[in-house]
Nanobody, 126 residues
Framework: DVQLQASGGGLVQAGTSLRLSCAVS????????IAWFRQNPGGVREPVSC??????VLVDSVKDRFATSSDSTKNTVYLQLNRLKAEDTAAYYC?????????????????????WGRGTEVTVSS
């Protein structure tokens, strides 16, 4: 079974950086998609990024500041958060779906992912 565990959140000042990690295990397919979502204090959940074995994508609102990458030797996906703003404060979740790549999946809809990790909290002070 696919399992995910997000980590790396914390309380930081605006303008600084964090790197979030999502440790993944249990993949049984060559194709995969691992996405990051965030839920702000108002309860709104929005997509952030997706990475698969074929590439990665980020939403327009963060693509100039964030990046997602993977390390296959560690079975870990990363979300690099740069130049953080107070508006980035949220619980960040990673989610996975097998047998898909980001490019062949409506990755920005939470409902397409069967596997979710627990969120890691990012709080940005200004």
């Amino acid at each position: 079974d696919v399992q995910l565990q997000a980590s790396g959140g914390g309380l930081v000042q605006a303008g600084t950086s964090l790197r979030l990690s999502c440790a993944v295990s249990g993949f049984t397919s060559d194709d995969y998609a691992i996405a990051w979502f965030r839920q702000n204090p108002g309860g709104v959940r929005e997509p952030v990024s997706c990475i698969s074995n074929a590439g990665s994508v980020l939403v327009d609102s963060v693509k100039d500041r964030f990046a997602t990458s993977s390390d296959s030797t560690k079975n870990t996906v990363y979300l690099q958060l740069n130049r953080l703003k107070a508006e980035d404060t949220a619980a960040y979740y990673c989610a996975a779906e097998t047998a898909y790549q980001c490019s062949t999946l409506s990755w920005y809809y939470p409902g397409v992912y069967r596997n979710w990790g627990r969120g890691t909290e990012v709080t940005v002070s200004s």
